[in-house]
């Protein structure tokens, strides 16, 4: 079974500062993988997906993500932060063999300061 | 497009009640997922629909929970009787007519539950 961990539970970074947020999974083959944003209050957006080919992929709102096969990597990155990123965030994967669950991870708290 | 609608968006109830929390998936969408969040145990897949068929309900806690999706555009989500562990913010969420695991998922709102 396919898993998620994002190591870091909190960040805090300033306004305009760049951004880096960590994603290791694990599965026995190339999985899909996916980065969420979830503002308080509200449901889950999707920020961007990966499923084959270039291994960098462009998502929403300025976001960006990395698939390392190597290191079993997506980390979510942002060159610069804006108030309004403030959220948590969730990496998940997907199994390839066609079923549609999804498995989540804990998710990391984002702040921003001024 | 209204989105993943969910109702209610607020529920607070006894011990022992029974809860009901609806939703309704955006037109078109032919699969459906209830989540439950909570602290303690992050966002977890219930069960999921997927032309109104259960198709994976290995998430489902305990007997009080079930789970129907009588029609493409209706699902619901009953907890009887509801203990107060129950308590979390319930997710809805669709995806596009392929079953594939590549569909983005589209959330609803949720459904904070509190149960005293």
Redo the contacts between chains.
Sequence with gaps: AQSVTQPDIHITVSEGASLELRCNYSYGATP?LFW?VQSP??????LL?Y?SGDTLVQGIKGFEAEFKRSQSSFNLRKPSVHWSDAAEY?CAV???G??????????TRLTIIP | DAG?IQSPRHEVTEMGQEVTLRCKPISGHN?L?WYRQTMMR??E?LI?F?NNVP??DSGMPEDRFSAKMPNASFSTLKIQPSEPRDSAVY?C?S?APL????????????TRLLVL
């Design positions: 899909y969420y209050g509200q449901g889950l957006q999707l997906k499923f969730f997907g199994a390839t066609g079923n549609e669950k999804l498995t989540f991870g804990t998710g | 993943v699969s997922f992050g966002l897949l999921y997927n198709i994976d997710f969420a995806s079953l594939a695991v590549k569909e983005t998922q589209y959330f609803g709102p949720g």
